[in-house]
């Protein structure tokens, strides 16, 4: 069996451990009725003020950084803690911020990151489109635009190509809108379903 890098094994034990935690605070959630009740997870919003929306929107950012949960769950939380249209914007910016963040990280640390954050699997699958120079922006723009691939990747993927980042942060800011909206009001269907 082919052993992993430490620093691949260090990032999946960190991503592991912010699962964990995560399925544990949604443990405590549903025990102590706060995800089963929307007055209780409203009254436990509104005593964290400001901080947290704040609070919520940086989670979304740095959940696509380093990937703890499918980024559909956050967008799903976003649209319960704080309605349709806060949620959206909250869910909006924290994604937008964390995909520019994405960017200037692989721009930065180039190829050899992507192998250290995502499976073999993955970066075979994807990595073709950034070889295909001309094609790349319009499948990139067009993956972000349906929720359809793994969008975490692909923003990595990105800041590994040349593409500028003007153009990158365009097909980020008019992509996601529509692909945030899908999941959200997708999952807040099925949320209301069980919960309702």
């Known amino acids: 069996m082919k052993q992993l890098p430490v620093e691949k094994r260090a990032l999946q034990i960190a991503s592991m451990t912010g699962f964990l935690i995560c399925v544990a605070v949604a443990v405590w959630g549903w025990q102590s009725g706060v995800l089963t009740s929307q007055d209780r997870l409203q009254a436990l919003v509104d005593r964290c003020g400001p901080a947290g929306a704040l609070l919520f929107t940086v989670f979304q950012a740095v959940q696509v950084v380093v990937p703890i949960l499918p980024g559909g769950l956050g967008c799903l939380v976003g649209v319960i803690l704080f309605g349709p249209i806060w949620g959206f914007a909250y869910n909006y910016a924290g994604i937008c911020i964390g995909s ?97």
């Open 100 to 196: 520019l963040m994405a960017f200037a990280v692989a721009r930065s640390c180039g190829k050899p990151l992507l192998s250290l954050l995502f499976s073999d699997k993955t970066i075979q699958k994807y990595s073709r489109w950034a070889e295909e120079r001309d094609r790349f922006a319009r499948l990139f723009a067009l993956a972000i635009f349906l929720p359809v691939a793994p969008d975490d990747f692909l923003c990595y993927l990105a800041g590994t190509t040349d593409m500028s980042w003007r153009k990158y942060t365009v097909i980020i800011l008019l992509g996601k809108p529509f692909a945030i909206a899908l999941y959200s009001l997708g999952l807040t269907a099925v949320w209301n379903a069980l919960v309702g």
